[in-house]
Nanobody, 119 residues
């Protein structure tokens, strides 16, 4: 059984910063790509950032230059550092991991965490 447990998030003023973390645990053989998604009220879930197993990253245009995704392979943890936050960044943020268990790769999701950017 694999779990992704998220931490961080909360309420921040525009221009502020937050850091999200997502820790994977369980019978993990290896972790491939890890992603952060977000879903705002009334909108579809969208991909925010991706980090591959070799550390390559990719970002949505809306967050480039403001958000940084990173991972600590020793801790099976992925982070999302969010700077210069805007009200439009308000959403529930979810981590997602492509994780190999007993030679089978499957997708796992975190529980979601609310990020609210408001004055």
């Amino acid at each position: 059984q694999v779990q992704l447990v998220q931490s961080g998030g909360g309420l921040v003023q525009p221009g502020g910063s937050l850091r999200l973390a997502c820790a994977a645990s369980g019978s993990i053989f290896s972790i491939d790509t890890m992603d952060w998604y977000r879903q705002a009220p009334g909108k579809q879930r969208e991909l925010v950032a991706t980090v591959t197993s070799d550390g390559s990253t990719n970002y949505a245009d809306s967050v480039k230059g403001r958000f940084t995704i990173s991972r600590d392979n020793a801790k099976n943890t992925v982070y999302l550092q969010m700077n210069s936050l805007k009200p439009e960044d308000t959403a529930v943020y979810y981590c997602r991991g492509t994780i190999v268990v007993e030679r089978r790769a499957s997708i796992y999701w975190g529980q979601g965490t609310q990020v609210t950017v408001s004055s």
